[in-house]
């Protein structure tokens, strides 16, 4: 069974930086695919950013160029790194495992962690 457990999360000012980390346990983080998702309240939940198996990553326009999604395997984890940060940033986010690149996009295949509040804020 793939848990995942997210932190890092917290409260930064505009313009600041944050660095969410996404731990493995009960499978190679390298032998599955990972998404960021985040959610505010009463919103559905938005896919950030994904990286697959072979390293390739993706990312929802708001954030090309802010965001940078990699992995460690030593470490078993993969990280968001999170920078320029805006009020609109502010959410939950979670990392969610999948079996299959088509899952990466399906909220309702795979693993989900118990989230991290990132809260941009001056």
């Known amino acids: 069974q793939v848990q995942l457990a997210e932190s890092g999360g917290g409260l930064v000012k505009p313009g600041g930086s944050l660095r969410l980390s996404c731990v493995a346990s009960?499978?190679?983080?390298?032998?599955?695919?990972i998404s960021w998702y985040r959610q505010v309240p009463d919103n559905q939940r938005e896919l950030v950013a994904t990286?697959?198996?072979?390293?390739?990553?993706s990312y929802v326009d708001s954030v090309k160029g802010r965001f940078t999604i990699s992995r460690d395997d030593a470490k078993n984890t993969v990280y968001l790194q999170m920078n320029n940060l805006r009020p609109e940033d502010t959410a939950v986010y979670y990392c969610?495992?999948?079996?299959?690149?088509?899952?990466?996009?399906?909220?309702?295949?795979?693993?989900w962690g118990q989230g991290t509040q990132v809260t941009v804020s001056s």
């Open positions: 009960g499978t190679r983080i390298r032998d599955v695919h």
């Open positions: 990286i697959s198996r072979a390293t390739i990553t």
């Open positions: 969610k495992s999948a079996p299959t690149i088509a899952a990466m996009t399906r909220p309702d295949l795979g693993s």
